[in-house]
């Protein structure tokens, strides 16, 4: 079986923030549900999702992302 390849940091940065799924769900104005594929990696959020959550979490949106380097 492939290995899931993990993309986002959006899990990891919810824990350093203290903050929960529901949180991000209610600041970002999307269902829990989505969220929660996106801290699964299963989905990513759009690049325009992607900036909604950094501000959320008042991070640089390179934070969110894991490095090809």
């Known amino acids: 079986m492939a290995k899931r390849r993990i993309f986002n940091r ?3 940065v919810l824990a350093e923030k203290g903050k ?3 949180w991000l769900a209610e ?3 999307v269902n829990k549900t ?3 594929k996106w801290c699964t990696n299963s989905t990513q ?3 325009e ?3 909604d959550i950094a501000d959320a979490l008042n991070v640089d ?3 969110l992302l894991v ?3």
Request: net charge positive; hydrophobic share 40%; charged share 25%.
């Open 10 to 12: 959006i899990k990891a």
């Open 20 to 22: 929960t799924n529901i």
């Open 27 to 29: 600041k970002v104005d």
């Open 34 to 36: 989505t969220v929660s």
């Open 45 to 47: 959020p759009t690049m």
């Open 49 to 51: 999702s992607l900036f």
């Open 61 to 63: 949106v390179r934070d």
């Open 67 to 69: 490095s090809n380097k």
